[in-house]
């Protein structure tokens, strides 16, 4: 299963999230030119197990170089698929822990889950002379903590069934769930491991353990600051709804959120409403100067009745601040 996008938009700016993703790319172009001594590059500045086990590779790296590994591999990609793939689960579960956090927090947060990811691998691996890079462990630690923080949001997700492409909305818990079983099934298999997937466990693992411990720790002053600068104007144009009415009632009821930026210049919103096994994108305009608490009436989209009468959409309109 390929996730392509969630229906969970975030409030403000994901500027870590992105911050990182660049990083992660400028670091891949530079390993890059390196060209045939790369596998030096990546001897020396990713994990290698066996460099802090077995003597006759202790001594060969400084005690900076040892240190630091535990840093520098996380930024490290052994080809492009890997580096795309990487970087687009941290795309899709990162702005929202980056949200729900702060961003100071939210880095802080990604580099211990990607080090606690990497004491994982070494633990269990210890006379491994195998060289582990890559953002993975420390993207599992965030898709951790959108389990636990939002379970049942939405995934827009891609399963090719014999060449065929299908498409499925799924809840993150049901995506996130069969990710892990996943690495779970392989790290226990008895295949040799060209993957390092107890370092995925052990983010993931870390991930919801350490979630509850930021959650605890108070904004600062320079937090609080960051938050307002980056709070978006415009909430996602293409919405995700899922309404719900009473069974005896035609109308159907909805909530839609916009900012106070849009709510002060009015905009117009594309909504992707269910109705059983139908879907409906309603384009809908929302006029300016509106405030929390108005509703706008869709006339004819709520139920039918069997003598052909057609209930409304209510719309509940929410200006975030």
Known sequence: ???????????????VTYFIILLNIFVYFYQLSYGNNQNVFIYTYGLVPARYTNPAFFFHFTPFQQAFSFFSYMFLHGNTLHLITNLWSLYIFGDNIEDHMGHIKYLVFYIMCGFLSGISHLFINLDSVVATIGASGAIAGVMGAYLVLYPRAKLLTLLPVFFIP?????????????WFGLQVFNATSNNPAEVAWWAHIGGFVFGILILKLFSLIPDTVIEKKIKNFSKKKKTPGLRYIKPNGFIDNLNIYATIEISKFEATIGVTKFLNIPLGIHKRILRVRIPKDIVSGSKLVLNGYGHNDKFGEKGDLILNVNVSL
């Open 166 to 178: 299908l498409f499925f909305e799924i809840p993150a818990f049901i995506f996130l769930g069969f």
């Open 1 to 15: 299963m390929i996730p392509l996008r969630d229906a969970n938009p975030s409030k403000n700016f994901p500027y």
